[in-house]
């Protein structure tokens, strides 16, 4: 029986705990910490944990010989926290974004890696069936290859969302929606394609003048094989509309599920491909769907890990070269010059006070508050047709 700690006990902690209650012969939830000591021991009650006490210092935690512990905290803790469980002896699943740079990013790597305990960076969205049919059906190269890749991570955000007091600024919450929603999809872009090359982009700040960072952001991007791609992220879609199509030579797919493959007419215009679309759907239609979905898939995999030595679905340098791309909008956006990767350590984005310096900063925060009332959050759509 693995012991478990949640560290930060708000809004995305349930997702964390609910996922650890589905496995309840393999692990037990022994602690929450929180500054906050009644949001931690409120988690406990809520959820029935009563083999858990609350803490308000995860230091205490260090040498109490905890088998793993979900990092749910404000961006720019993940590093310390992550790195000082790795060096106790303590697997780690650590929240998106892995961290608020690129410099915490490679310290917790090197944790992990001399530690030899595991780093997961969660992911959940790649826990779905949509997403797996999707990524099945790409590595079946019957699509062609892909020539063009759409990411449409639109969220809405009232104006009020960044009143909390590490949101909406470079030090804390490391950026805005791109970092903080699109991540999402970026993660699941780069798990079916692999990196860009070089991209450019452009960010603003429309709806909430509360806060330092972009609410909008739009990216190209260049792959290696030189398909195209555009991503858009937002927390000002009304509607949410969330999307990543692949076009490929012979067919389209994408999540939402559909698939559309064209043959050409003798004068060259495009007339359906019903035989191929067969053959692309049969692969989706043959993948069985996701037992556990989103945070609980990822914990199973966390725990089969643990307890096997089977692989993680999603790791430290997954991550990392998540918030590799992410930080390369920031400082395309910010500097209006196209980012060629990977970026070393050099580069006046690599720390978090280098991003802090040169990012663009679009309003002051004036407004501060320590806690919102204890509600329920969206974690985006599960991209189901």
């Not at 209650?21 to 929180?34: G, N, S, T, Y």
């Not at 210092?57 to 905290?73: A, F, K, P, R, W």
């Not at 009020?160 to 949101?167: A, E, F, H, M, S």
């Amino acid at each position: 029986m693995l012991k478990v700690a949640i560290i930060g006990a708000g809004a995305i902690s349930a997702a964390h705990i609910t996922a650890y209650l589905a496995f309840p012969e393999r692990c037990e939830i022994v602690a929450v910490v929180d500054m906050f000591t009644e949001k931690a021991q409120k988690r406990i009650n809520e959820y029935g944990l009563e083999g858990a006490q609350a803490f308000t210092d995860y230091h205490e935690l260090l040498d109490q010989n905890i088998d793993l512990v979900s990092v749910c905290t404000p961006p720019y803790t993940h590093a310390p926290i992550t790195c000082d469980f790795l060096h106790a002896g303590t697997h780690v699943l650590v929240e998106k974004p892995m961290a608020s740079s690129l410099e915490e990013a490679d310290m917790m790597l090197k944790a992990a890696q001399k530690s030899g305990k595991l780093l997961s960076v969660v992911a959940q969205n790649r826990f779905t069936t949509p997403m797996m049919k999707l990524k099945d059906v790409l590595d079946s190269k019957l699509v062609g290859p892909i020539v063009h890749v759409q990411v449409d991570s639109f969220w809405w955000r009232g104006h009020n969302y960044y009143d909390l007091w590490w949101r909406g600024t470079w030090e804390k919450e490391g950026g805005g929606c791109t970092l903080n929603h699109a991540v999402h999809h970026i993660d699941a872009m780069l798990w079916m394609m692999g990196p860009p090359v070089e991209l450019q982009a452009m960010m603003a700040n429309k709806a909430h003048d509360n806060a330092e960072v972009e609410d909008i952001s739009m990216a190209m991007l260049r792959f290696q094989e030189g398909a195209l791609g555009m991503i858009t992220s937002s927390v000002v879609h009304h509607g949410e509309e969330q999307q990543l199509i692949f076009q490929g030579k012979e067919a389209r797919v994408s999540a939402p599920w559909k698939v559309v493959a064209s043959t050409a007419r003798t004068n060259g215009f495009p007339e359906p491909n019903p035989d191929l679309e067969q053959q692309i759907q049969k692969i989706a239609d043959e993948l069985p769907d996701v037992i556990h979905v989103g945070h609980a898939g990822q914990v199973e995999n966390v725990l089969d890990a643990i307890e096997t030595g089977s692989p993680l679905l999603v790791d430290g340098k997954s991550g990392r070269n998540t918030l590799e791309l992410i930080v390369g909008i920031y400082k395309s956006a910010s500097t209006g010059e196209k980012v060629t990767f990977p970026l070393e350590e050099e580069d006046a984005f690599y720390t978090r006070d280098g991003i802090m310096q040169n990012a663009v900063h679009f309003y002051e925060k004036k407004t501060a508050v320590e806690n919102f009332e204890d509600v329920d959050i969206t974690l985006g759509r599960k991209l189901e047709s």
